[in-house]
């Protein structure tokens, strides 16, 4: 069956500029997860969806970034007011999810963003 | 909160000798999973351990859990040009949180 997809693949906006990211994760997979990767880097994380809800945001860098889940299927990230610093891969994950279990996370390509 | 440190951050090595990472995690893990990710790529699941002491194969790969369940390692023997990329562990904590913690990863690159 098809895997994760994102949307854009690349994206390069000005400095200030707000951005959307999505993500759509593989069929009947209830949990969904937002990383950043820097270049030459590890795997951020920014926050993670349990079905619609989202039971850790911690990993937000900032007010500037906000993520939702609609139909415990796609899943949106935007970054208002971007800054140079924003510029990363980011990737989605899905997985089953089911308390008390750890199941496989299966990543999508990821949305190179450019900040100039 | 929890963390996750792998050791080296970088690895080179000539083609056929092997190679170890290693995972160390700031608690007791209630599992492991290990990633690899290839150059340009995004990582991709390669296993996961979940008992204290376990040892699991995967052809040339060895993946380990520590006794305490607070460390992990992967070898791979006679190391190939196909290995190369970044391997990352994963843990998650024994207290019902769901968020797997990625290592910081080591990346593996291949001497011809």
């Known amino acids: 069956g098809a895997g994760v997809s994102q949307s854009p693949s690349n994206k390069v906006t000005e400095k200030g500029k707000d951005v959307e990211l999505r993500c759509d994760p593989i069929?009947?997979?209830?949990?969904l997860y937002w990383y950043r990767q820097r270049l030459g880097q590890g795997l951020e994380f920014l926050i993670y969806?349990?079905?619609?809800?989202?039971?850790?945001k911690s990993g937000l860098p900032s007010d500037r970034f906000s993520a939702e889940r609609t139909g415990e299927s796609v899943s949106t990230l935007t970054i208002q007011r971007t800054q140079q610093e924003d510029s990363a891969v980011y990737l989605c994950a899905s997985s089953l999810g089911e308390m008390g279990r750890t199941y496989e996370q299966y990543f999508g390509p990821g949305t190179r963003l450019t900040v100039t | 909160g929890q963390q996750v440190m792998q050791i080296p951050q970088y690895q080179h090595v000539q083609e056929g000798e092997d190679f170890t990472t290693y995972c160390n995690s700031s608690t007791t893990l209630s599992n492991i999973q290990w990633y690899k990710q290839r150059p340009g790529g995004h990582p991709v699941f390669l296993i996961q351990?979940?008992?204290?002491?376990e040892v699991k194969k995967q052809k040339r790969l060895t993946f380990q859990f520590g006794e305490a369940k607070k460390n992990s390692s992967l070898h791979i023997t006679a190391t190939q040009t196909t290995d190369v990329g970044t391997y990352f562990c994963?843990?998650?904590?024994?207290?019902?949180?769901?968020?797997?913690?990625f290592g910081t990863g080591t990346r593996l690159t291949i001497i011809p």
């Open positions: 994963a843990g998650r904590g024994v207290f019902g949180n769901e968020k797997l913690t």
């Open positions: 969806f349990q079905g619609n809800s989202a039971p850790d």
């Open positions: 069929s009947g997979h209830t949990a």
């Open positions: 351990l979940v008992k204290s002491g």
